[in-house]
């Protein structure tokens, strides 16, 4: 991340100094000098983790966007100097496009998703799970706010069962805070709320220090454990129902994609010993979309996989999504002809509070026979 604000530092330094040398306006250039340094100050007393406190990872948040808007300018102002209504034009453009981001980050989308199994039991004809994944509190400028739109809309959706796939935090357990579990102790189904762990549950972004990583991480667990949630860490619980049943598994984020959450899986356990009812309808709970894919070479026989983690990107522009870049299965449904998957685009966002043609998602999925 540091690499990339000084590529894009030295950008926009070239761009201010080529928009003075046309222009003549040395003040501008020290604008973009002044703005530059400021930005990479404030990442690196981020990234090094001098200073912690969440209202100044919003500052950066804020800033970051700022300083985009601010380049993007910069870049227009050194190619379209003669042009100044087209220059006008497309830094408008710019403005009304990340207004309509910042105010979609907080939109929350039903998405309603129906599938068919001659494996799921008859008891379990019309079972509905509303799932929702990444809420990434420290990073929700009002979550307090965001969570109770949350919890409203999925209590409205009367769903059965409610899952969700990790990355509860951003940085800290703190994020967690009393307000906000009060708010989430409000969410309601018949069984439940059913949960694991993502990357950033596990503290990793917050230090360098794996002691801290534990503390941070139990705490949470700690947390969601205090909320009544059936968090599952590598385990198989049932749901029984007239008789009926269906196992729900819960898989802990792989060690391998610490730092390196993009990639695929090189090096997979073996999963095999968690699935020993194969012949039982299985929903397995997985924070990174790549589990399932080691799920399918190691032929286990669970029939959905919920996943999040990849958040589109917080980006979709006529169905395409840079995800698409790093993700074999970046969002939505997907199906091998045999397991299926869903990957839920998350509620939250990182780095800039910005959803481009990706809403925040709850996913209500009924389940039929």
């Known amino acids: 991340m540091i690499l990339v604000i000084i590529l894009i530092s030295l950008a926009a330094i070239f761009a201010g100094w080529r928009v003075t040398r046309k222009s003549g306006r040395k003040l501008f250039f020290w604008i973009i000098a002044l703005a530059t340094a400021m930005l990479v100050a404030v990442v690196c007393l ?13 500052i950066q948040s804020i800033y970051c966007l700022v300083y985009l808007f601010l380049i993007f300018s910069t870049i227009v102002e050194a190619l379209l100097g003669k042009w100044k209504w087209l220059r ?3 830094i408008l453009g710019l403005l009304a496009i990340v207004v309509y981001g910042i105010c979609n980050s907080y939109s929350i989308k039903t998405e309603r998703v129906e599938l068919q199994s001659d494996r799921l039991p008859k008891s379990f004809d019309g079972f509905r799970i509303a799932l929702f994944t990444d809420m990434h509190l420290g990073s929700i400028i009002g979550q307090h706010k965001m969570a109770a739109q949350l919890v409203e809309k999925i209590n409205a959706l009367e769903a059965d069962m409610i899952v969700f796939c ?4 951003t940085y800290r357990a703190e994020e967690l805070d009393n307000e906000t579990m009060s708010i989430f102790a409000g969410l309601k189904s018949k069984y439940g709320v059913w949960s694991v762990i993502g990357n950033h549950d596990e503290g990793i972004y917050h230090t360098e220090d794996t002691t801290i990583w534990q503390t941070e991480e139990a705490l949470l667990v700690e947390k969601q454990l205090a909320l009544g949630w059936h968090l599952l860490r590598d385990e198989t619980e049932y749901i029984t129902l007239n008789g009926d049943s269906i196992a729900i598994t819960g898989l802990d984020y792989p060690d391998e994609l610490i730092h390196r959450s993009h990639y695929s899986i090189e090096n997979p356990i073996d999963y095999r010993p968690l699935y020993l009812d194969m012949e039982r309808f299985n929903i397995t709970l997985a ?10 070479e190691q032929d286990i026989a669970t029939d959905l996989t919920l996943s999040g983690h990849v958040h589109s990107m917080q980006m979709n522009i006529f169905g395409w999504t840079p995800a698409s870049l790093l993700y074999k299965h970046p969002s939505g449904l997907y199906d091998n002809g045999k397991l299926r998957l ?9 780095i800039v509070p910005v959803r481009l043609g990706v809403s925040p998602e709850i996913t209500l999925i009924t389940l039929r026979r």
Do not use: M
Not at 166 to 169: C, K, M, N, T, V
């Open 287 to 296: 924070h990174a979309p790549q589990v399932w894919e080691v799920l399918c």
């Open 88 to 90: 006008t034009g497309l």
């Open 46 to 58: 981020s990234h090094f983790n001098i200073i912690t406190a969440i209202w100044f990872r919003h």
């Open 342 to 350: 869903y990957v839920n685009d998350g509620i939250g966002s990182i």
């Open 166 to 169: 990790g990355d509860l935090i």
